[in-house]
């Protein structure tokens, strides 16, 4: 009995002390998973590689077809809102619209299956709701295609709301 109250001791004090060097090692391990809605619908999961690093999937309806981008994102914080980051990144994407069930803007008659590929670019601002493992974000994510007929998709925005843990 002892052995289980000194257990539950030593981890009550553990969670509620509060200790800058444990909350900046928070983001070390820090992977969340979100819903992503804007021109686009889908989902993301991101996980941090350092305190500032993180690698992000994404999966998302567009047109009728799917398009997955899988970037890496260097994250930076605003001094002067506790909270709220920006972030830069890179990286790439694949997608594909299958024939009669997909209307992808540079076809006028889907006769035939499409996919696209090539580099993406993000910026965006992330926020952590009240020091919870909530996280909300805004983002632009150029891309441009290796596709004679896509070339450059610049409109791709989204708010996505993530879980951490």
Do not use: C
Request: cysteine-free.
């Amino acid at each position: 009995m002892m052995k289980h109250l000194f257990v539950a001791a030593i981890l009550s004090v553990a969670f509620f002390t509060d200790i800058p060097a444990a909350k900046a090692q928070l983001k070390a391990y820090n992977t969340s998973i979100g819903i992503r809605g804007g021109t686009s619908v889908g989902g993301s999961v991101k996980r941090f590689v350092t305190d500032r690093d993180a690698v992000e999937l994404m999966v998302y309806t567009r047109w009728k077809g799917w398009v997955g981008n899988l970037l890496y994102e260097r994250h930076m914080d605003i001094r002067e809102f506790e909270g709220l980051e920006w972030y830069v990144g890179a990286g790439g994407h694949y997608g594909m619209w299958k024939v009669g069930k997909s209307e992808p803007p540079w076809v006028y008659k889907a006769t035939e299956d499409y996919a696209a590929y090539g580099l993406d670019l993000i910026v965006g601002l992330d926020y952590n709701i009240d020091h919870s493992n909530w996280f909300i974000s805004l983002d632009w994510k150029p891309s441009y295609n290796f596709q004679d007929f896509t070339n450059l998709w610049w409109d791709e925005t989204a708010f996505t709301l993530r879980y951490s843990f």
